[in-house]
């Protein structure tokens, strides 16, 4: 059965079994009470099948609890993805993901920006702090010698993210983020049509 035809198939299915208002869910829950802004316990998220789940609406929700009152979590925030409980015999005929088809995801209870984050992580990807470190040069994570990077940073001269031998493009975030997923610097449109 080709891609196409199976997912007419699939949306069939799951239009009679669930019907057409159905909307998969992403919850989260306290384990204990919220005391003057402190959650007394950890925040658990979680998936409920959401496939377009973004990091734009996480940090949104994120943002409504803060205005609610919620002001520090004193556990852990724990995700749940066991509402689907999927083995690799159910992906028996379905395409493997890689950083080369970041279009190919398997379904997850909780999947965030379709996936595309998972890709890159599996092709080598590294999550940093969300500051500067490497941008300008100092911290654990600048570039070896002989690295040769792509960046959205808005400058940049010889040994300004680490050894001076490295070697650091600048690009725009959709260049980077396809140049991320392809593993050589890209024209984001090669991954658009």
Not at 94 to 121: I, M, Y
Not at 144 to 159: E, K, L, Q
Request: aromatic share 6%; proline share 5%; charged share 15%.
């Amino acid at each position: 059965m080709l891609a196409s035809t199976a997912k007419i198939v699939t949306s069939l299915a799951a239009l009679d079994l669930l019907g057409p208002q159905y909307r998969w869910r992403t919850h989260a829950y306290a384990t204990g009470p919220v005391y003057l802004g402190r959650l007394q316990g950890d925040l658990i998220i979680a998936g409920g099948g959401n496939a377009r789940l973004s990091s734009a609406e996480l940090l949104g929700w994120m943002r409504r609890m803060r205005e609610q009152g919620l002001a520090e979590i004193g556990g852990d925030i724990l995700i749940d993805r066991s509402a689907f409980a999927l083995t690799d015999e159910d992906h028996r005929h379905t395409p493997v993901p890689g950083a080369g088809r970041p279009h190919h995801v398997w379904p997850g209870a909780l999947t965030l920006d379709e996936g595309v984050l998972q890709v890159l992580l599996e092709a080598g990807g590294e999550l940093l702090p969300n500051a500067c470190g490497a941008c300008a040069g100092y911290g654990a994570h600048t570039f070896a010698p002989d690295t040769t990077a792509i960046s959205t940073t808005a400058r940049n001269f010889t040994g300004r993210m680490g050894a001076a031998s490295s070697r650091v493009f600048l690009g725009s975030p959709y260049t980077v983020a396809a140049s991320a997923i392809t593993g050589r610097i890209a024209d984001p449109r090669e991954l658009m049509a």
